[in-house]
């Protein structure tokens, strides 16, 4: 699929995907507070700076990252009926480790 084609529910399901990959990351090795601030300011650093110059986070960058304040909009619509959808639920552990 091309990026270009890409909807505000897509992009956000890419940014679900980055967010359940970093919090694995930050799992996998425990290195508290401060490594997490590090991890986090280094993955940001590399999107912003441009450092990967492939289609798709081109892409990502010009449509999250710089996105209009309409595609903002709609990102966030899309993240509060998500949230809402969850707050009444109660997941089991095994249902929150394969939401993540």
Request: negative net charge; glycine residues 8%.
């Given at each position: ?16 995907g980055i967010g359940a990959v970093t919090g694995m990351i930050v ?20 999107l912003q700076e441009g450092k990967w110059q492939t289609p798709f ?44």
């Amino acid at each position: 699929m091309d990026p270009k084609e890409f909807t505000s529910e897509d992009w956000y399901n890419v940014l679900e995907g980055i967010g359940a990959v970093t919090g694995m990351i930050v799992v996998a090795d425990m290195s508290g507070p401060s490594g997490l601030m590090k991890e986090a300011s280094a993955a940001a650093g590399v999107l912003q700076e441009g450092k990967w110059q492939t289609p798709f986070i081109a892409a990502l960058r010009t449509e999250v990252l710089a996105a209009t304040k309409e595609r903002q909009e709609e990102l966030k619509q899309i993240a509060e009926a998500k949230q809402a959808e969850l707050k009444d639920q109660k997941l089991t552990k095994e249902q929150a480790w394969q939401m993540g």
